[in-house]
Structure formats: C-alpha cells, structure tokens
C-alpha cells in the first residue's frame, strides 16, 4: 500500500483529517495466527483524495474497516477528526466493496443494519425499517416514501 504525501508538504491550511497509527491486525486460525496488516501509518488531510493500492489480501479492506469502527485492530490507532476510532461513527459513511445483503437476515434486518452499529434498540430499529416498507417498497418502487429513481412507478 502506498502511503500519502509526506504531511510536512502540505499546507498549513489542510488539516489532518485521518490519521491511520502503526496498524496492526491479526487473525487466529485453527493452528496458526495470520498477520493482515503490518504496521501501515498515513494521513489523509481535508480535500485529499486517498487511493489504497495493492493486490488481493493484502490488507486494504481490513484498513478501511477498521477506520471506520466496523473490527478492532490488534495494535495500533485510527483518528478521525482527531477522535479515536472505537466503534462505528456517525460522521463516516462507507460503502462496501460489493453491494451485498446479509442473506440471514431479512429485508427489515438488512434495511435497519446502519441503525443496529449506531446502537439503536432492536426494537426501534425493526419498527422504523418496517416504515419504510421492506418488502413491500420493492414491490411499490419506493423506500421510505421516495420513489426509485430508475423505476417505473405505475403498478
């Protein structure tokens, strides 16, 4: 993985906005530990645009998921804004690299999943997908009151 500019380069006006510390990830086997990361650290200042560059395994997903809340590190840090990453946060948004259900769950669970990381009661989380309609929007052409926009909306 490539690292990004040296931040000494940058601009007094650009602010660090992410800053990834000395990360380190490592996953237990059946009979051996696996090491995803070792030890990646770079900035990523305000207006910056980021690319994570590598072949297949080598840990760049693992980085991004770890950003933004979604696994913990074995060592190391994430900052955002300056706070610590432990838990998904509200001010970071991440699409996936494939666009993906959880095929366990259903289309409320799926639909509620972004409510469930903020910690929002189970309860209240199948209520307010359920507003929005599930399976039936599919049907409809509609989710949560707005129509698909590449849909005919004529039943």
């Not at 601009?11 to 380190?24: F, G």
């Not at 690319?51 to 950003?67: D, W």
């Not at 804004?81 to 409320?108: C, H, M, N, S």
């Not at 599930?134 to 004529?154: E, H, N, Q, V």
């Amino acid at each position: 993985m490539a690292s990004s500019p040296n931040p000494a380069q940058r601009p007094a006006h650009q602010p660090t906005r992410i800053q990834v510390r000395s990360l380190r990830k490592r996953f237990a086997l059946k009979d051996r530990q696996v090491i995803a990361l070792g030890d990646p650290s770079f900035e990523v200042a305000d207006h910056e645009f980021v690319s994570l560059i590598g072949p297949r395994g080598c840990g760049k997903s693992t980085v991004l998921n770890i950003a933004v809340g979604l696994m913990s590190a074995t060592s190391g840090a994430v900052y955002i804004a300056g706070e610590a990453v432990t838990r998904p946060l509200d001010k970071v948004g991440y699409i996936f690299q494939k666009d993906t259900t959880f095929p366990w769950k259903t289309v409320e669970e799926n639909i509620g999943i972004g409510l469930e990381y903020r910690g929002m009661a189970a309860g209240a989380v199948l209520r307010r997908a359920s507003a929005c309609g599930g399976d039936s929007a599919l049907r409809r052409g509609s989710f949560c009151g707005r129509p698909f926009p590449d849909r005919d909306r004529t039943p």
